[in-house]
């Protein structure tokens, strides 16, 4: 399994450039947190390792295919129940039959016939997070993966992190929860597109969710 | 790409995801028509054709902003672009499960109101000929819509302007069919332009619309 390597990326966001210079390597096994003030370009740069939008300058490796997007919207049917959801998805990354699994470690069994649409905020997450399992793919980009999840969840979220990571994954975390990860924390607003600061603060605020 | 048909159809039939809207609108609309131009047979009948074909492509219309726009706001459509599906897969998947839920049903209620219009004879085989021949291009067509209005918010009229006007040539041909079957006239021509038009569109638009879409996805 090879490294996730980045090199000399620009990362922009409504053709405002916010990051440039960025380069790093997470080894597998290891994992990487991106910190830095809201509007830095966190949810832009994990679009782009993503593949959703094209970097501006630079490389990304290994490709798309490699690599699952955990966004803070999570892709869930309002009107699905949880079971039909993570059948869809595993399906879709040709799992077949495997949600078992997935449904304990996030402690989703009891809810696996509910709607999705009766789900608390803090299960729906867990739901948007227990799909990552189900992607078969080694790295794994998560965006603010805590937001309203309670201390247990977190825990859970952190050993299913973790599990992931020993089996040779890789993660890229955008958070400001600590995680109990050991793990390197990178800050963005070192690589602070220069030319476009002020521009780029005040369009960025309103641009990143 | 089938599991995302199998999702959109069992999305579309739940409760809230506007299954029989669209035939709905299109009962309405054809019963409205006597109301508007009084129940004369000799009025009503010469102008059947293509009233129920333009209610068939507005009550197509009415649940295009659908397609994309529900998978966009919940996230849904960043993780299909992810997913290993082609994104012209997951274009084509969409337009036929839009044409399973809106299309077909209007195909096969359309003859049954084409009698509220006194549409002679022949004229309701052909019609429910011409709209299955022709709502295939009309679901293709309002995709490409879709995907490219898909960012915009209340993108939904701007649609409509975009969708519409190429509707024209299928409109065209499809009324024509039926009209021509009613008339007891051979409809092969235009059912043979309306066939090129729907097979047309399913070659081109699913490119198309993926690349509308990775525009939007930026």
Redesign the interface.
């Known amino acids: 399994m090879s490294a996730l390597e980045v090199r000399d990326l620009a990362v922009s966001r409504g053709g405002v450039p916010l990051l440039e210079g960025l380069s790093f390597r997470v080894a597998p096994g290891d994992a990487l947190i991106l910190t830095g003030h809201n509007g830095i370009g966190k949810t832009s740069l994990l679009?782009t390792l993503?593949?959703?939008?094209?970097p501006q300058a630079g490389r990304v490796a290994p490709g798309?295919?490699r690599?699952?997007?955990g966004?803070?919207?999570?892709?869930?049917?309002?009107?699905?129940s949880v079971a039909?959801n993570l059948e869809?998805?595993a399906?879709?990354?040709?799992l077949r039959g495997g949600i078992e699994g997935v449904l304990e470690e996030f402690d989703l069994a009891p809810l696996r016939d509910r709607a999705a649409q009766h789900l608390s905020a803090g299960q729906r997450r867990r739901l948007g997070l227990a799909?990552m399992g189900l992607?078969g793919r080694p790295v794994w980009l998560l965006d603010e993966p805590t937001v309203s999840l309670d201390a247990a969840s977190v825990g859970r979220f952190a050993r299913a992190v973790e599990r992931h990571l020993a089996g040779g994954g890789m993660a890229v975390l955008a958070t400001h929860v600590d995680l109990g990860l050991a793990a390197p924390r990178l800050d963005l607003s070192t690589f602070r597109a220069a030319p476009e600061v002020a521009r780029g603060d005040v369009f960025a605020e309103g641009a990143v969710e | 790409m089938t599991r995302i048909f199998l999702r959109d159809l069992r999305l579309g039939v739940r409760a809230g995801g506007g299954f029989g809207l669209g035939l709905a609108f299109f009962l309405i609309v054809v019963v409205l028509v006597p109301f508007g131009i009084g129940p004369e047979t000799a009025r009503l009948g010469p102008v059947a054709p293509g009233i129920l074909w333009i209610g068939a492509l507005l009550a197509c219309l009415l649940s295009l902003d659908r397609v994309f726009a529900l998978d966009r706001e919940d996230g849904a459509l960043d993780l299909l672009a992810t997913a290993p599906v082609p994104l012209e897969g997951v274009a084509l998947a969409k337009a036929a499960a839009h044409w399973i839920t809106t299309g077909l049903p209007l195909c096969l209620a359309a003859p049954a109101l084409a009698v509220l219009l006194a549409l002679p004879w022949p004229g309701h085989l052909w019609l429910a000929v011409s709209l299955l021949a022709g709502t295939p291009a009309l679901s293709l067509i309002g995709a490409f819509g879709a995907a490219l209005t898909v960012g915009l918010r209340r993108g939904g009229l701007l649609l409509s302007l975009l969708v519409l006007p190429l509707y024209v040539p299928t409109l065209i041909f499809g009324a024509d069919v039926a009209r021509r079957g009613a008339e007891g006239l051979s409809p092969l021509v235009p059912l043979a332009l309306l066939g090129a038009v729907s097979l047309g569109c399913l070659a081109i638009l699913p490119f198309a619309t993926s690349a509308a879409l990775r525009v939007n996805l930026r």
């Open positions: 679009r993503a593949g959703l939008q094209p798309p295919d690599i699952a997007f966004a803070h919207s999570d892709g869930m049917k309002a009107t699905l039909e869809f998805w399906g879709l990354h040709g799909r992607t």
